[in-house]
């Protein structure tokens, strides 16, 4: 298994950012996937995830109405788009296989909100 994200960087409070998470060495379509964050000093948490077939997707209550998490099976492709960012949003960004829980994790990619 193999996830690798992309997308991080330094965003403005406000602003947006799209990570994506590139699949391989599974079968993609078949297993729901997540995002996970994880500040300095703080145990990850879960941000969102979604089905195999996207029919059903989560989110914690922090990003619920902000954050949309969508898949491209046919890409091995996990995206989240970030909208409306918060200091607070600044993490490690982590992709994984599965989410209740997560079986595998990416290394994850950073995102920055500051003005």
């Known amino acids: 298994v193999q996830l690798v994200e992309l997308g991080g960087g330094l965003a403005q409070p406000g602003g947006s950012l799209r990570l994506s998470c590139a699949a391989s060495?599974?079968?993609?379509?078949?297993?729901?996937m997540g995002w996970f964050r994880q500040t300095p000093g703080k145990e990850r948490e879960f941000v969102a995830g979604?089905?195999?077939?996207?029919?059903?997707?989560n989110y914690s209550d922090s990003v619920r109405g902000r954050f949309t998490i969508s898949r491209d099976n046919a890409k091995n492709t996990l995206y989240l788009d970030m909208n409306s960012l918060k200091p607070e949003d600044t993490a490690l960004y982590y992709c994984?296989?599965?989410?209740?829980?997560?079986?595998?994790w990416g290394r994850g990619t950073q995102v920055t909100v500051s003005s």
């Open positions: 060495g599974f079968r993609f379509s078949s297993y729901p």
């Open positions: 979604i089905s195999w077939g996207s029919r059903s997707r």
């Open positions: 994984t296989k599965g989410w209740a829980p997560p079986n595998s």
